[in-house]
């Protein structure tokens, strides 16, 4: 997913930035990057963080970094950031967190219309933070670049844009992700995790629309571009993409993440399990908020059979392939067989996407001897990958545990060819596998079970999720759960699916 910092000061800006662009590390560990401008010029500095912690890595270019009072930084998973653009508009910097369906289609059309040339890559593309600098680039002035890239996007980008005078805050057209402004004397922060200003003394003074851009200068901030009514903030921010500490839309992320616990244990009213239970633990980290409110809810102890080795072990989804996440996932959670012999446990985990991680880890709760291993998501079903933030990395629908599930009930033989598994799943009608009502669902989520080898696993429905978070329905973005909530594409003005 990736997050971004940024500090206009009257005085030094450095400090703050490297701290509050630390606080973000826990959304991305591909490539880290700062720079800023005033009075010692433009300064940038990246470094690939898959190997050590952004403050590590960073550290010690604090010294060249100091005597400007502008500043933007990145933690980013979509290639080299912040990036350097130069146009009739002037120089600038920018950073972004999204990600770009259209960008091949973009890239050609501003290299056609507006003779732009582009030399930062990310993987085997274009890297999508210079192609949105170049429609920002392509208007008559910023403000209207920000508005044709944002009309010019399929996908989600909410953008930092550092120009001499300050910085541009510019929320995702449909507020995908969120944008946020504090301030302290003599300075104003913008953040994606509003838990990254405390720290740093900033107290959090606004919170940006969706599509709502901001001009922040030492002296304040001006809305330039106001915002839409149409909102879908995704619901992977309080399910499992943020800090605890951090509240979005008056929604605190811990609190709904207690409330979905508590959802998940009233599911389990009557059907005898909660009487059974030794203890309600969570997959460390996310899962344990849901797990404290199971707790709660259901009265049985909360207790740790896995503890979290968390001097060296980032999170698990962040590595780019899954034999590296797998890994991750293995090295990170230490068993403790004291709490897991001859019990029988119930654990919450945030989502499960691909599922490969959360068998193999539970399965050596097995050789510690755990009678029964029951699992609960804290969402439904993924069906589908996220086309907007990357949160699913699954290379086809057959990454997807759900899909496999379905594939078998199904009668598909799965070749491992992505694209011809996919072209075959894709034709199998849905409905009946979303709705947690019906038969199918039913089949599917015991299909997930055996291939886990779980004594039983629940997913929250849809109308609990929606309950727990607490916003209404349509201001929310659910598309990897139901297909849908998404507005027209740019390429076919119809919804996608």
């Not at 959304?27 to 990057?33: I, P, V």
């Amino acid at each position: 997913m990736g997050g971004f910092f940024g500090v206009v000061s009257k005085g030094e800006c450095a400090d703050d930035l490297f701290y509050g662009t630390d606080y973000h590390s826990h959304l991305g560990n591909l490539r880290g990057g700062m720079m800023t401008w005033g009075r010692k010029g433009l300064r940038r500095v990246i470094h690939d963080i898959t190997g050590e912690p952004f403050r590590a890595k960073f550290d010690g270019d604090l010294r060249n970094l100091r005597g400007n009072n502008l500043g933007i930084g990145c933690i980013s998973d979509t290639g080299d950031q912040p990036i350097l653009n130069h146009s009739h508009l002037g120089s600038i910097g920018a950073v972004m967190v999204g990600a770009i369906n259209n960008l091949a289609q973009l890239a050609e059309d501003a290299c056609r219309n507006n003779n732009f040339h582009f030399s930062e890559f990310y993987e085997d593309g274009m890297n999508p933070n210079e192609v949105a600098a170049a429609l920002i680039s392509s208007g008559d002035t910023i403000e209207d670049g920000i508005r044709n890239m944002q009309d010019s996007i399929d996908g989600s980008c909410s953008m930092l844009v550092l120009t001499k005078d300050g910085i541009y805050a510019i929320r995702d057209a449909l507020g995908r992700t969120p944008v946020l402004i504090g301030s302290k004397p003599g300075s104003y922060c913008i953040s994606m995790e509003p838990c990254a200003m405390f720290n740093v003394d900033f107290t959090q003074e606004y919170e940006l629309g969706p599509g709502e851009a901001v001009l922040v200068t030492p002296d304040g901030y001006r809305q330039v571009v106001p915002p839409r009514e149409e909102m879908k903030i995704c619901s992977f921010l309080w399910v499992y993409y943020s800090f605890p500490a951090s509240s979005f839309e008056g929604r605190n992320v811990e609190q709904v993440r207690y409330e979905c616990g508590k959802r998940l244990a009233r599911q389990d009213r009557g059907s005898g399990l909660l009487e059974k239970l030794d203890s309600v633990s969570g997959i460390p980290d996310s899962g344990v908020g849901h797990a404290i409110g199971y707790s709660h809810e259901s009265g049985i102890p909360y207790t740790r059979p896995f503890m979290k080795y968390t001097p060296t072990w980032a999170r698990s989804f962040i590595p780019q392939d899954q034999a590296s996440r797998a890994h991750v996932a293995t090295m990170k959670l230490i068993p403790i067989r004291e709490l897991s012999h001859d019990k029988r446990l119930l654990f919450c985990e945030d989502s499960i996407v691909r599922g490969t991680q959360l068998g193999n880890t539970l399965k050596r709760l097995s050789r510690c001897g755990a009678s029964e291993v029951h699992v609960r998501s804290a969402c439904p079903p993924i069906l589908f990958n996220c086309r907007y933030l990357n949160f699913s990395r699954s290379k086809g629908l057959a990454g997807l545990a759900a899909y496999r599930a379905i594939a078998r009930l199904e009668g598909i033989e799965l070749t491992g060819e992505v694209a011809v598994d996919d072209a075959k799943l894709a034709k199998i009608p849905l409905d009946e596998y979303i709705d947690h009502t019906t038969e199918k669902y039913a089949k599917m989520v015991d299909g997930i079970r055996q291939e886990l080898g779980l004594t039983s696993v629940r997913f929250q429905t849809l109308p609990d999720l929606i309950d727990a978070i607490g916003l209404p329905r349509e201001k929310l973005c659910t598309y990897c759960w139901d297909g849908k909530n998404v507005s027209a594409c740019k390429c076919c003005k119809h919804p996608c699916h």
